[in-house]
């Protein structure tokens, strides 16, 4: 089986009432998963690895809508930033530069996130909220022509606490909320909130997701975790 049919069509049963966006996240799956679901409609997919996003896009060759998800460095900019329909991991004003310098060259403006840190766990990437405060009302944002900031993405706690990962949800949400509402350059723009995984989209999406990013609920559990 190349992906759980039943359980997507339940997914997007699910999704329909918020009018939130799936992202089917294939990372470790093969070119032949990803071929059968786009044929089944989906547009949108997420990869972790930019070596195997690359691969996998060559590979396709297709108007497949893709999303790099995956821990963002600098030297690996460059090569997603063509690839790339939405960027959801950028944690730094460094990054946002290259990002800019490389949408350039390539002549396209560069779609992203900013990756929050709202989880408990030392192994999670990405900003606090008081650093993507700094980082939306810096200077040099509105100088970067070639990047349009849509939002937030942000991964809660590896747990099986209800009530934690509803908090950490919600503080992102909160946040997301009070931006909006603030006057921020053309290049940032508070459309899309990027948070729940097959573990917790539910809660997720009570909290105001408008993105949810997919994998093992439908592609089946994978041999790796990252
Ligand atoms: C792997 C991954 C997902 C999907 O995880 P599942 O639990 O398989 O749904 C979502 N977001 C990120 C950033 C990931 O790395």
Not at 32 to 55: P, T
């Amino acid at each position: 089986m190349l992906y759980n049919q039943k359980r997507y069509q339940e997914l997007l049963t699910e999704l329909k009432p918020y009018k939130a966006t799936l992202v089917a996240v294939s990372k470790t799956k093969s070119v032949e998963a990803i071929r059968a679901l786009r044929e089944a409609g989906q547009d949108d997919f997420g990869e972790n690895y930019v070596q195997e996003l690359s691969g996998k896009a060559r590979a396709l060759n297709d108007d497949i809508r893709w999303h790099y998800i995956g821990h963002l460095q600098s030297n690996k900019v460059k090569t997603i930033v063509p690839i790339s329909h939405l960027i959801h991991s950028v944690h730094s004003l460094k990054l946002l530069k290259e990002l800019n310098k490389q949408g350039e060259k390539a002549g396209r403006t560069v779609s992203c996130l900013l990756q929050a840190f709202i989880a408990s766990e030392e192994t999670k990437f990405g900003m606090t909220f008081d650093e993507m405060d700094e980082l939306l009302h810096h200077s040099e944002i509105s100088r970067l022509k070639n990047i349009s900031i849509k939002g937030l993405m942000g991964m809660a706690s590896n747990c099986d606490d209800t009530r934690k990962i509803n908090a950490e949800f919600l503080s992102l949400k909160n946040f997301f909320e009070e931006k909006k509402k603030e006057n921020m350059p053309d290049t940032v723009s508070f459309e899309i909130l990027s948070m729940g995984m097959t573990g917790d989209y539910r809660i997720a999406l009570d909290q105001g997701s408008t993105m949810v990013r997919i994998g093992s609920a439908i592609f089946g559990e994978r041999k790796y975790t990252s």
